[in-house]
């Protein structure tokens, strides 16, 4: 069969996210957007930070989409982070090769020295991580999905951890319920810096700006206010954070699952149940409001989160992974890297 034509144009803002939301959701249905989850995106997005975006049009769909551009999470001037898809019906001809060869040149011309993406190790992402492996990528680093249902979890036996922490002082308050505090959203971006710079992500990471933290944290329409929950030692007056010592938010995707984002406790109130308290709180909630799967991601570094999400009923899902392409900087040749196996 020969392969239709297509051409390749840059991303048009906002008419053309139904379509890329169909190709995505189409290409990895466990995890589906929405166009207005990609008009929310957008609009977070940083304007100081580079981007660029491109759509592979064929017969008037689209049917491949591009991006890379700086990392707000680990910026440096010199790495991106990106990816492209191609649905799922239209591959074979030749349009990721294209999107790549497009992105790659224009991140070469910038110097580019890394370039970043994510894959997951599920049979229908053999064959990108195949495209990867051809042109030089390296698996760099693991993130451990888990779910858990709450019909499946046995809630009251967490009775004892949360009357342990009530009596130690704390309590345990949605973010909605945290509204009328007008340092809110002030204290929660410096206790969510806080807590990130423990989390073992295998790289070095940059902070957000309070403005941007807010659009893409709180005011993302998936976040969940209602449970999302923070620990709050009222005989705490930290300057950044207050009386806030914990935090651990949920994010709930349109097709009804929810994500964990960050749970974290500050260190001097660790190793007291205050964390596992915020998830379970969090679990209570949701299956009070009728119930749900929660979903979190961690670092194979973080084990006692992975112990305690053990302990709490998550069992263990796909593993995604971040892959990396490394550039001499004056080159711009390909510069072998290890493999976690090789770094172990």
Known sequence: MTPEPFTLRGLRTPQDFPGVAALLSAADPDWPVTPDMLVVWD????????????????????????????????????????GLTVHPDARGQGIGRALYAALTEQLRARGAQDIRTMLSDQDRDAPGRAFLAARGFTRTWDRFESRLHTDAAELSTFDDLMGAVAADGVQLRSVADLAGDPERDRRLWELDWKLFQDVPMGQTLTR?????????????????????????????????????????????????????????????????????????????????????????????????????????????????????????????????????????
């Open 208 to 344: 957000r700006p309070f403005d941007a933290w807010v659009r893409q944290e709180i005011e993302d329409p998936t976040f969940s206010h209602d449970l999302s929950f923070v620990a709050v030692r009222p005989d705490v007056q930290d300057s950044l954070t207050g009386p806030y010592v914990g935090y651990s938010s949920l994010m709930r995707n349109p097709a009804g699952f929810y994500v964990i984002g960050m749970t974290g406790v500050r260190r001097e109130d660790r190793g007291r149940g205050v964390a596992k308290a915020l998830k379970v709180a969090a679990m209570r909630a949701l299956a009070a409001a009728g119930g749900g799967e929660i979903r979190t991601f961690n670092d194979p570094p973080n084990k006692a989160m992975l112990n305690m999400n053990r302990a709490l009923g998550f069992q263990r899902g796909p593993t995604r992974s971040r892959y990396e392409l490394h550039l001499d900087p004056l080159t711009g040749e390909r510069r072998p890297i290890p493999t976690p196996e090789e770094t172990a």
């Open 43 to 82: 609009a977070a997005h940083d304007p100081n930070l580079y981007r660029y975006e491109l759509v592979a049009e064929q017969d008037g769909r689209i049917v491949g989409v591009g991006n890379a551009g700086h990392d707000d999470f680990a910026f440096e001037e010199w790495r991106y982070f990106g």
